[in-house]
Structures are given as C-alpha cells and as structure tokens.
C-alpha cells in the first residue's frame, strides 16, 4: 500500500482509503469547520489579505465530515471499531481489526450512491476475499431455527433423519 500523506486539502479529498483515515484522525477539528494546518515550515505566518469569494471557511470542512460521519453511521458496529482504533492512533491499513478494513473498504466505495447495504456488501465482499485471509470465526453460520439446524445435521446422522422425516 502506498504511503499516506501527512496532509490533504480538501480538494484532495475523494474518500479513498488513506484519505478517510486521514479525516478521521482529525473529525473534531473538521466537525467545527476548521482544516487542519499544514505544518510546512516556511516561516510565514500571514494570511491572504484580499476578498474572498465562493463558500464560507468552514462549509467545505464541515461538508467532508458529514460525508465521512455518514458513510462512518452506515457501517454500524464494524465503523465504531474502525473510528476507536484511528483515534487510538492506528492508522494503517494492514494492522487495523478486520471490522474496521471492512468498514473502511466500504466508506472508500468510488460511487457511493449506488452502494448496497453494508450487511450485503460485506457478505459479498468477505466471499471474494476469503482465501486471502484467515478469518474463520467470520465465516461461521448461526442456526437460528431448531428445524433448520435439524434439516442440516440429517445430512450427517441417519437417526435424526428419521427423526425429522417422521413429523
């Protein structure tokens, strides 16, 4: 993967993955309209002294965070991970839990608009990435319906079977 920058601008923006980590680190600062600094050292202090035209200083900063917060709200629980883990500080992509690459993976979907639900785009997304990683307490099915888990264990015990098939 390729290194993060320490600093966008908000035309920078395009919610890749990075980026979103990025913003995230920051959401507090970007929540009350301020972009973070950039921290070149120049030496220069001022700032620009003619007008300004277009939006107010802090409508675009708030507008990335409320893309971020909400795309952050439609991942659930699996978000919540993702936004405890950058505020603790981890920031690459490799060592984050594999709840919050899935929450991140999704929140970095090029078109979001035209996204599925993030229940079955992780379904989708965890079967075409399975042999990649090892993550078998994710692939385990819960059986909720008692006549579902016999129908499903007939296959293996011919006395249940005959159980089942007797009802």
Not at 50 to 65: D, L, M, N, Q
Request: net charge positive; charged share 30%; proline share 4%.
């Amino acid at each position: 993967m390729t290194k993060a920058k320490d600093w966008y601008s908000p035309s920078e923006i395009h919610f890749k993955r990075e980026e979103i980590l990025w913003v995230l680190q920051y959401i507090e600062m970007i929540e009350e309209g301020n972009w973070p600094p950039d921290f070149k050292h120049t030496g220069y202090t001022g700032g620009s002294k003619g007008k300004r035209f277009g939006p107010a200083y802090f409508e675009v900063p708030v507008t990335i965070s409320a893309e971020v917060s909400r795309r952050l709200d439609m991942t659930g629980a699996d978000g919540k991970v993702l936004f405890w883990q950058v505020q603790a500080g981890e920031t690459i992509y490799e060592s984050l839990e594999y709840e919050a690459q899935c929450a991140l993976n999704f929140m970095s979907i090029w078109d979001f608009r035209k996204r599925p639900a993030y229940s079955k785009w992780r379904k989708n997304w965890r079967y075409h990435h399975r042999s990649k990683c090892d993550h078998s307490s994710h692939s385990k099915i819960v059986i909720k319906n008692k006549t579902t888990q016999e129908h499903h264990t007939k296959k293996r015990n011919p006395e249940t079977y005959r159980e089942f098939k007797d009802r």
